[in-house]
Structure formats: C-alpha cells, structure tokens
C-alpha cells in the first residue's frame, strides 16, 4: 500500500499538471473501489455507477484542494459520503429520517467476483448489516470491507475518532450477537 500511495502521489501530482492520462489511471485503481462501497450503501447498480461517476468528476474538479496527495483515499471517499447522502436528501419524503437500506450487499462475500463464504453465511451477514444503524454500518463498511483506518474513516464521515470507534466496536459486538445462532449451526 506504501508504494501504491508513492504512485498515487505521483499521478496526482501530473494531473494536477493537466496530464489526463495520469488521471485515467488513477480512476482505474479506485473506480472499482468506491463503486463498491456506493454500492454497499445505495444498493442500486445504477445508482452506484451514476455515483461513481460524479465523484470521480468532483474529485478531478477539486484535485487542486487536495492538500495532502498521501491522503488521497480518504478525501475521495469522502467526496463519495457526501454524493451518496445527497441522493439520499433528494430522495427522502419532508419529515423522515436519512437512513441508509443496504438491503444488497452484492460483494460483501465475494472476493475478485468468486465466492468466498457459503450462501448462507452471506445472507446472515447482509441481514444482520441491515439492523445496525446506518452510521454502524457506513464505519463497518469502511473499516472491514474497504480497510481504512480509524482516523480516515473520521475524516470520510466527519466524526471524532472516537465515535467512529464507538461505532465500529458496538456495531462487531451486535454482529456477533447476531451472528452467534450462525455459528451454532456449524457455519465458519
């Protein structure tokens, strides 16, 4: 990851510079990425990809402001937050509450497309995703299944480090609970 980021880095520094192809490749390294976490929280392929697309748009228009190359990752995941709760804003009747339905969790079981875990284990996992908070699951999202750190997840959802912990420990402590009946049933 070190020397991802060195690349990283680099190609920021040339798209800066207005070298486009730089900046191609470094939407080929993330796209399939933050599709992926649009995904998981949207739940619409569409939805997702038209995401996608406008983060990686807003990310270019804004590449300048990016004041730490080496931070890249969470600033563009950032970006992709704040896309996917405004569509939720747009979408959401006068009166109700922003919450996130990631009733579909294409991908959370699967590695490079191939199934990694047995259908039922995926299942259990994406219900039990579902009954935490959106907040729990956004932090779980991002801390199991994208790998980011405490302090960049933070930086993602605009939050204090330790509520980002809070989150995240109390949202693994109602998986397992969730999760225990599972594993009784000789699941691993």
């Known amino acids: 990851m070190i020397l991802r980021a060195v690349e990283d880095a680099d190609l920021i520094r040339k798209a800066r510079r207005g070298d486009v192809e730089a900046y191609n490749l470094l939407i080929s390294r993330w796209e399939r990425r933050v599709y992926n976490y649009l995904l998981r929280i949207v ?44 569509l939720f804003r747009k979408r959401r009747p ?11 969790l294409e991908g959370a079981a699967t590695l490079g ?19 935490l908070t959106a907040d729990q699951r956004e932090t779980v999202i991002l801390k ?31 998986l397992k609970n969730e999760l225990a009946p599972v594993k009784a049933r000789g699941v691993s």
Not at 45 to 73: G, H, I, M, T, W
Not at 94 to 104: D, K, Q, R, V
């Open 43 to 86: 739940t619409n392929r569409e939805d997702a990809l038209d995401l996608s697309q406008d983060v990686f748009l807003k990310a270019y228009q804004n590449l300048r402001k990016l004041d730490d190359p080496a931070r890249f990752a969470p600033w563009l995941y950032r970006i992709a937050h704040n896309e996917a709760y405004s």
């Open 94 to 104: 006068e009166g109700e509450t922003e919450e996130l339905h990631p009733e579909t």
């Open 144 to 174: 199991i299944y994208q790998g980011f750190k405490f302090e960049e997840i933070a930086e993602i959802v605009a939050a204090p480090v330790s509520t980002v912990k809070s989150r995240l420990y109390t949202a693994l402590d109602l």
């Open 113 to 131: 497309g191939n199934a990694v875990f047995p259908v039922e284990l995926t299942l259990a996992v994406s219900s039990a995703l579902r009954k």
